[in-house]
């Protein structure tokens, strides 16, 4: 499995970006993604996850009501919506997934077993 993270880009503060994962498969449905991110100097954190049918989310509380992920198996491609952007949200984001049989939404580094390259987000005051 192979995953492209596309999107990335220079906004201002307040702004939106949409960031995508685009995954070389089959079939993406059994797979929960979660997104990602690793700021210079910092280790990776957690941003989001969504189930493999998209009935479950999770997000980290630095993100909570700004960022939406999403999943659309028919395109084998999964979301994250940013709104509302602030300057710490400047990060590599990283997209990964999992195969999964359940409505679990892995939130560690460990649990992901693919990853996408990365794209870079950054957000000027």
């Known amino acids: 499995v192979q995953l492209q993270a596309s999107g990335g880009g220079l906004v201002q503060a307040g702004g939106s970006l949409r960031l995508s994962c685009a995954a070389s498969?089959?079939?993406?449905?059994?797979?929960?993604v979660g997104w990602f991110r690793q700021a210079s100097g910092k280790e990776r954190e957690f941003v989001a996850a969504?189930?493999?049918?998209?009935?479950?989310?999770v997000y980290a509380d630095s993100v909570k009501g700004r960022f939406t992920i999403s999943k659309n198996n028919a395109k084998n491609t999964a979301y994250l919506q940013m709104n509302s952007l602030k300057p710490e949200d400047t990060a590599v984001y990283y997209c990964?997934?999992?195969?999964?049989?359940?409505?679990?939404?892995?939130?560690?580094?460990?649990?992901?077993?693919?990853w996408g390259q990365g794209t870079l987000v950054t957000v000027s005051s």
């Open positions: 990964a997934a999992v195969i999964t049989y359940n409505g679990n939404t892995p939130r560690n580094v460990y649990e992901y077993n693919y």
């Open positions: 498969v089959r079939t993406f449905n059994y797979y929960a």
């Open positions: 969504i189930s493999w049918s998209g009935g479950s989310t």
